[in-house]
C-alpha cells in the first residue's frame, strides 16, 4: 500500500519545501507562508487532498519570484519556526524505509579459525 499522498504529489510537496529555506521575503510574508505551512501540516494530517492543493498554492503565492521595487521592506531569510516547520513536513513528506528487507541479506561465510 503506497504513502499518502501519492508519490506525484508528495515530490511536489518535497520540491517546494526544499526551496523555502533560499527564500528572501519581507517578515509580513513569513507570517503568511507559516499560516500556509501550517495549513498543509493541518491537511496532511486530515489526509484531505484537496485542503493539501489549497494549501501548497498559498505557499507558492507567498515566494519572492517577482523582482523587488523600490521602497519595499527589506527581504529576510526564513526564520527559525518557518525552517523548523518546514523540515518537520518535509520529514513527514520522504519516504520511509521498509521495516523489514524483502531480501533480506544473505549471511556472511564463518572466518576460519
Known amino acids: 500500500m503506497e504513502r499518502w499522498p501519492e508519490t506525484s504529489v508528495r515530490e511536489e510537496l518535497l520540491d517546494l519545501l526544499n526551496e523555502i529555506p533560499r527564500w528572501r521575503l519581507p517578515d509580513d510574508r513569513w507570517d503568511r507562508t507559516d499560516q500556509y505551512l501550517r495549513a498543509l501540516d493541518d491537511a496532511l494530517a ?3 487532498i484537496a485542503e493539501l492543493d489549497a494549501a501548497a498554492a498559498g505557499v507558492e ?3 519572492a519570484r ?3 521595487r523600490l521602497g519595499e521592506p527589506s527581504t529576510v531569510p526564513p526564520p527559525e519556526p518557518v525552517l523548523e516547520r518546514v523540515n518537520q513536513l518535509i520529514h513527514a513528506l520522504e519516504p520511509t524505509a521498509p521495516e523489514t528487507p524483502e531480501d533480506p541479506l544473505p549471511e556472511p561465510p564463518p572466518v576460519p579459525s
Do not use: E, G, H, K
Open 46 to 48: 486530515a489526509r484531505d
Open 66 to 68: 517577482r523582482v523587488t
Open 61 to 63: 503565492l507567498c515566494c
